[in-house]
């Protein structure tokens, strides 16, 4: 089956950093993104790992091992503005090449 | 990045009637594109594979009769949701994909 599974809800200081896993199961695999999500809008997209490995973007960097199934994404240097949810989400190998969505992961940045 | 818009942003209907949500890729050519639906505090749920010139691809467990997808151009999708009930009460999101999905704004429906 199709499983994708991600922390419901995290909490982190503004200055520090965190880091929100994700583990996959699918039955492809074309890619890995991770999305951000504030309350009542759309989601925008913050990175995309094919490979595995790191890749950074500014702020936030994300991570995959594809013999695992697994993702973090990391945001360093928080600020109150990232209180948001992230939501992890994998392309699968098929002909629709579908996104398969986690639950998202509610992070809380507190002063 | 590529946009991809949604209209009407926010719409409040009566039960009974039908809604039209239309998706536009406003600077690429999209023969694909996605239809999502989101209650809150929830992640995002696949209706509807959109695909220009052809029939869409509906998940299991939504109604394609209630559902109405068109796809009539590359850069048109429209959800239609006919005979609308407070169930049905969501977010509705489009996205577009071209190396990676692109998401519109979505729109907020609100049935009485």
């Not at chain 1, 809800?9 to 896993?21: D, F, K, L, P, W």
């Not at chain 2, 990045?1 to 039960?15: E, F, L, Y």
């Not at chain 2, 694909?32 to 695909?51: E, H, I, V």
């Amino acid at each position: 089956g199709q499983n994708i599974d991600q922390p419901t809800e995290m909490t982190a200081t503004e200055g520090a950093i965190v880091q929100i896993n994700c583990t996959y199961q699918t039955s492809g695999f074309n890619g890995l993104f991770w999305y951000q999500q504030h309350a009542g809008e759309a989601p925008t997209f913050l990175s995309y790992n094919v490979l595995d490995g790191l890749e950074e973007k500014g702020r936030f960097s994300s991570f995959l091992s594809r013999s695992k199934g697994y993702s973090y994404l990391l945001l360093k240097e928080l600020q109150m503005k990232d209180s948001a949810s992230y939501l992890c989400a994998v392309r699968d190998g098929g002909q629709g090449f579908s996104f398969i969505f986690g639950k998202g992961t509610r992070l809380l940045v507190k002063p | 990045g590529a946009v991809v818009s949604q209209h009407p942003s926010r719409v409040i209907c009566k039960s009974g009637t039908s809604v039209k949500i239309e998706c536009r890729s406003l600077d690429f050519q999209a023969t694909t594109m996605f239809w999502y639906r989101q209650f809150p505090k929830q992640s995002l749920m696949l209706m509807a594979t959109s695909n220009e010139g052809s029939k869409a691809t509906y998940e299991q467990g939504v109604e394609k009769d209630k559902f109405l997808i068109n796809h009539a151009s590359l850069t048109l999708s429209t959800l239609t949701v006919t005979s609308a009930h407070p169930e049905d009460s969501s977010f509705y999101i489009c996205s577009a994909r071209l190396n990676e999905q692109f998401f519109g704004p979505g729109t907020r429906l609100t049935v009485l």
